[in-house]
């Protein structure tokens, strides 16, 4: 039990340092060192991940590093998007949603490793934290996204929020980190709203849980002053890289490529519908980036 305690502290520790990669490694630590079966592990990790970080933005308010108008808008549409992953993945079966866990770890690791550097810093008036202008169409694009993603199978989604935030939105990174516990807070809630109907939740659990991981996110954001933030990027990202494939060759398995064809094959209707979706979303993703091309860079201030 040492190892799952000590995982533990190390979630609440990846909370307060860089706002995001909590639930990455407490769904592992509950199914495989704590032994909770799949779906009652993401309604746990959603319940603590949600309080520690709903707790840990006050810290990061005090110091004026969030900007409650893009975290309220961010959140808002994540919430929906949150709540909507939730109630779907009371259809899915569980060794399928590991696999898909599994492989949103492996593109976040892959993003944190090969993407761009995370800015310290942006242009904001008098030096602020937040931007004077907010692109609430990708905010809300962004958020409804990332939420779709935390209901389905229980990521925060920090480390997808951290840096549309800062590359995006125009947030300096210590406002980025700040601004993205308040939106995992708001995802974790409504997700866990979605996953109520088909998943127990031991509220003496989730209060021992979160005893542990709170005290633990107030120690990362003292530690987060003097670490620098791209060297944990890519430390955490080398280690989600290795549970990642740990992950994906305990659970990819005959029986699971089974599952996948015996959900589609019942709910043919709906996965046209996600289908249609996804190319809807790839023809915007391809459009941002002609418009990209054409416009050329932005011309200096």
Known sequence: MTGFYLGLVGVGLLLGLLGGGGSLLLVPILIYLG?????SAIALSLSVVGATSLIAVFRHAR???VCWKNGVAF????????YGGGRLAGFVPENLLMI??????LVTALSMLLGRR??????TPLGAPCPAQLHLPAVLFDGLLVGIITGLVGVGGGFVIVPALNLLGGLAMRAAIGTSLLVIGM??????IGYLGHAPIDLPTVALLSAITIPA???GHRLSRLLPPNGLRIGFGVCALVLAGFLLHREVSWAALEAVETLVTAHQEFFRGILTAAALMLLYWIRGLIHQKDLGPNPPR
Not at 100 to 105: A, E, I, N, V
């Open 35 to 39: 032994d909770f079966p799949v779906k």
């Open 63 to 65: 110091e004026g590093n």
């Open 75 to 82: 959140g808002l549409s994540g919430m929906l998007g949150a």
């Open 100 to 105: 898909l866990f599994s492989l949103m770890m």
């Open 118 to 123: 995370l800015r310290s810093g942006v242009e």
């Open 187 to 192: 995802n974790s809630l409504a997700a866990l």
């Open 217 to 219: 996110s107030l120690l």
